[in-house]
Nanobody
Framework: VQLQASGGGLVQAGGSLRLSCAVS????????VGWYRQAPGKERELVAR???????NYADSVKGRFTISRDIIKRTVYLQMNSLNPEDTAVYYC?????????WGQGTLVTVSS
């Protein structure tokens, strides 16, 4: 199973980005999927998670600004990020829980300038 994250880049504060995570080698993305991030000098933290039944949870810092979604046909997980601020600067990682294992993408860098 491989996860390929993309969509990161440099954006000004207040802007938007959409991250994508393409999954290969797994038959489904209907299990638990999520996005984490790690800012310089900080620990990795959960940003958003979607459970198999569709329930969601978000970090308090991104509620109302970020939205996690998935396309089952394309086996792709998305993170729509709006109203970005410099505190959102981090490497973002997608995850998939599949058949008892947790898989991680390679990370995509998001940089928000003030």
């Amino acid at each position: 199973v491989q996860l390929q994250a993309s969509g990161g880049g440099l954006v000004q504060a207040g802007g938007s980005l959409r991250l994508s995570c393409a999954v290969s080698g797994a038959t489904s993305v209907t299990t638990v999927v999520g996005w984490y991030r790690q800012a310089p000098g900080k620990e990795r933290e959960l940003v958003a998670r979607m459970y198999g039944g569709g329930s969601l949870n978000y970090a308090d810092s991104v509620k109302g600004r970020f939205t996690i979604s998935r396309d089952i046909i394309k086996r792709t997980v998305y993170l729509q990020m709006n109203s970005l601020n410099p505190e959102d600067t981090a490497v973002y990682y997608c995850t998939l829980h599949y058949r008892g294992h947790d898989y991680w993408g390679q990370g995509t860098l998001v940089t928000v300038s003030s």
